[in-house]
């Protein structure tokens, strides 16, 4: 599968950064983009409604000018998350605001996106859909997604359950657009295995969290380092829909991770209000499995340089490892 043209030659690893709640910022974005891989924000993430477009203002300046300065540099577009459900009384005002900067990418969740596709198509934007599932992943197809963002398990924040081993294998059958894979990656080599196995692009918010760029607090930084996979809960409690947090932040705000209740999916609230759930995001900090292989709090420049070192150093594996098969007797 060939990329949208608008990816093509504009990136220096096959990255979208995942928009992550509250942390996804303007400084994030654009450290992202410059560093060549997608950043992107939930429109949510800029409170009140009317600093989105403050925000759409300056990344889209400074980005351009990055650019105009620095015409040999691989620039990544950036992309805008939006929250597709009877809640977010925002969406029609965040999409027009998408619409009126032309943001190259818009990522959605839950819903499938039909009142969205049609006025980012207008002006020849990209929707791609996020997915937990077949079910999920052809209703969006049917609404004309640009592509899929397959949120399998281990994944940071909201997750699915299902292996993309799994995932990827089912959807690869019926669909020959762009997937993107998300589930545990946060190392050069993982990006790899993700194109591998049928996916075009890695789906990465995790990792990012640990940048000085990230709206992030020190300690929920700083947990990350010191975590592993074995302290990633699962539980729909603080949203009403399936995510995965770090246990040591959910006994921090004085609860038991291995006994919480279940959440109800009636509780999610986004947009204007926000989520109903006052502790969610703010004290319970969500994180996919990959924790573990988080070493240290960096930039975000450093952060891509090392994928980078670790792709290159993955695929020169893989080279002399596939080596001896597949050769005519």
Avoid at 26 to 44: E, M, Y
Avoid at 195 to 208: I, K, N, V
Avoid at 292 to 311: D, F, P
């Amino acid at each position: 599968m060939s990329l949208p043209a608008v990816l093509q030659n504009s990136l220096k690893l096959p990255v979208i950064c995942s928009p992550l709640f509250i942390i996804s910022n303007p400084d994030l974005v654009i450290a992202q983009c410059k560093a060549g891989v997608v950043g992107s924000f939930p429109a949510l993430n800029a409170r009140p409604a009317e600093e989105l477009e403050v925000w759409l203002k300056r990344i889209t300046s400074e980005l351009a000018e990055y650019q105009a300065a620095n015409p040999d540099a691989v620039v990544a577009p950036f992309a805008v998350n939006q929250i597709v459900h009877s809640s977010n009384d925002r969406l029609q005002h965040d999409v027009e605001m998408c619409v009126k900067y032309k943001v190259p990418i818009i990522i959605t969740s839950l819903r499938a996106p039909d009142e969205v596709v049609g006025p980012i198509h207008s002006y020849g934007g990209l929707v791609f859909h996020d997915v937990i599932n077949v079910k999920h992943a052809k209703k969006a197809i049917e609404a004309g997604v640009d592509g899929l963002i397959l949120v399998c398990a281990g994944a940071g924040g909201h997750a699915g359950q299902l292996s993309p081993f799994a995932l990827v294998s089912e959807i690869r059958a019926f669909y020959d657009g762009p997937i993107i894979l998300s589930g545990a990656i946060s190392k050069g080599e993982q990006i790899l295995a993700a194109q591998a196995m049928g996916a075009d692009l890695a789906y990465m918010g995790t990792r990012f969290i640990a940048t000085h760029e990230a709206n992030a607090d020190a300690a929920y930084k700083q947990m990350l380092v010191d975590t592993s996979a074995d302290d990633i809960v699962y539980s729909n409690l603080f949203t009403g829909v399936h995510g995965n947090y770090l246990k040591p932040s959910i006994q921090n705000a004085g609860m038991d991770p291995n006994n919480l209740p279940e959440g109800e999916k009636s509780s999610m609230k986004f947009g204007s209000g926000g989520s109903n759930k006052s502790k969610a995001w703010r004290d319970i900090w969500g994180a996919g499995q990959g924790v573990g292989s988080i070493a240290g709090v960096t930039t975000t420049a450093e952060a891509v340089s090392q994928l980078e070192q670790e792709y290159a150093s993955a695929r020169a594996r893989m080279q002399q490892i596939a080596s001896p098969y597949g050769k005519q007797p």
